[in-house]
C-alpha cells in the first residue's frame, strides 16, 4: 500500500469515528453495508464468481463444494425425486433464495418448466439468474409471494432460506408456498428443527459462532406438519441434510385434490 493510500485509508477511518461519535450522542450508530452479515443479502457476487472459474467449476458446484458439506446438492435432488417431487409434470415452477441458483439449475435439467421465477432479495444475484436461466425475477419483499396468483405452481421450493428468517417470516412464507401450489403441486424447503439442534450440534454452533441474526432459528417439526395438514397437505417425507456447523431438515409436501 502506498504512502498516500494509507494517509487516505487513516483519513476514511478518522471521519468515520467522528461521525459515530457525533451521532453516538443521539443512541444512534453509522453502520457499513456488510455483505452476508444481514441474511437478506447473498455471497459477494464478483468474488464468487472469480473464484468459481478459477476453480474450473460452475457457481452451483463451487458453492457445493466448498461453502458447506461437498454433494448436498445431488444428495437433495436424489431424495426430492425419491420422495415423488418429479413424478408429474412440472410446468410452472418457483423459487426463494435461489441464490447462485445450484438447486435452480438442477430443477431445470430434470423438469425442463415452461415457466420459471424467483424471489430473490440479493439484487446481483437475482440479475445474474434472471440473464443465465431466463427466470422471471419477482419483486422479493422478503415475506410473501404476492405476484403469484393462488394455485398456479406444480413445484415451489426453498433451499437454505428459511433457516436464516425470524419464525413470523418463515410461517409467512410457508402461508404463500400453500396459496400457490395447485393441487398436486409439490412444496420443497428445509427448516432447522428440533431433530437438527440435539446437544452435540448446538455445541458446534456455539463453538464455531457462525450463527448470526436469526441464522439458525429453529422451527418445531411437529408445527411445521401441523400448518400443513391442516391447509390440505400431505407430507411426503423429510430428511435431514448437513449445514455446517450443524444439520437442517428438508420436507415435501404434496396439495391434495
Ligand atoms: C444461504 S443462501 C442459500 C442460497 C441457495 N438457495 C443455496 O442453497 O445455495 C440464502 C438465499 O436466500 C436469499 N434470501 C435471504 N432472505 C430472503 C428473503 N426474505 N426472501 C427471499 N430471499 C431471501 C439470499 O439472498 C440468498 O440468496
Redesign the pocket.
Known amino acids: 500500500m502506498s504512502q498516500l493510500q494509507t494517509t487516505n485509508q487513516k483519513l476514511k477511518e478518522l471521519f468515520r469515528k467522528s461521525i459515530d461519535s457525533i451521532v453516538g450522542i443521539a443512541r444512534f450508530k453509522l453502520v457499513r453495508y456488510e455483505p452476508y452479515k444481514d441474511?437478506?443479502?447473498?455471497?459477494p457476487f464478483q468474488s464468487t464468481l472469480k473464484a468459481a472459474t478459477e476453480a474450473g467449476l460452475s457457481v452451483?458446484d463451487y458453492?457445493?463444494s466448498y461453502?458447506?458439506v461437498k454433494g448436498t446438492?445431488q444428495k437433495t435432488l436424489i431424495h426430492m425425486k425419491e420422495l415423488g417431487v418429479f413424478d408429474d409434470r412440472i410446468e410452472r415452477f418457483c423459487?426463494?433464495?435461489?441464490?447462485?441458483?445450484?438447486?435452480?439449475e438442477k430443477v431445470i435439467q430434470i423438469s425442463q418448466p415452461d415457466y420459471c421465477e424467483i424471489?430473490?432479495?440479493?439484487k446481483d444475484?437475482?440479475a445474474w439468474l434472471v440473464q443465465k436461466y431466463n427466470v422471471i425475477a419477482q419483486p422479493?419483499?422478503?415475506?410473501s409471494l404476492a405476484k403469484t396468483p393462488s394455485n398456479s405452481i406444480d413445484l415451489i421450493?426453498?433451499?437454505?432460506?428459511l433457516?436464516?428468517?425470524p419464525t413470523l417470516?418463515i410461517c409467512s412464507?410457508l402461508g404463500e408456498m400453500t396459496r400457490v401450489v395447485r393441487e398436486r403441486g409439490k412444496v420443497v424447503f428445509d427448516v432447522v428443527t428440533e431433530d437438527c439442534m440435539d446437544d452435540e450440534t448446538l455445541h458446534k454452533w456455539w463453538a464455531s459462532g457462525w450463527g448470526y441474526q436469526h441464522?439458525p432459528c429453529m422451527m418445531p417439526k411437529r408445527f411445521v406438519i401441523d400448518f400443513f395438514k391442516k391447509r390440505n397437505f400431505s407430507l411426503g417425507g423429510s430428511f435431514i441434510l448437513p449445514m455446517k456447523p450443524g444439520k437442517t431438515e428438508c420436507f415435501v409436501f404434496i396439495k391434495a385434490k
Open positions: 441474511y437478506r443479502n447473498y455471497i452451483g458453492i457445493d461453502t458447506n446438492t423459487e426463494i433464495g435461489p441464490g447462485t441458483g445450484r438447486y435452480l424471489y430473490e432479495t440479493a444475484w437475482e422479493a419483499d422478503g415475506t421450493q426453498a433451499h437454505k432460506v433457516s436464516g428468517q417470516v412464507y441464522y
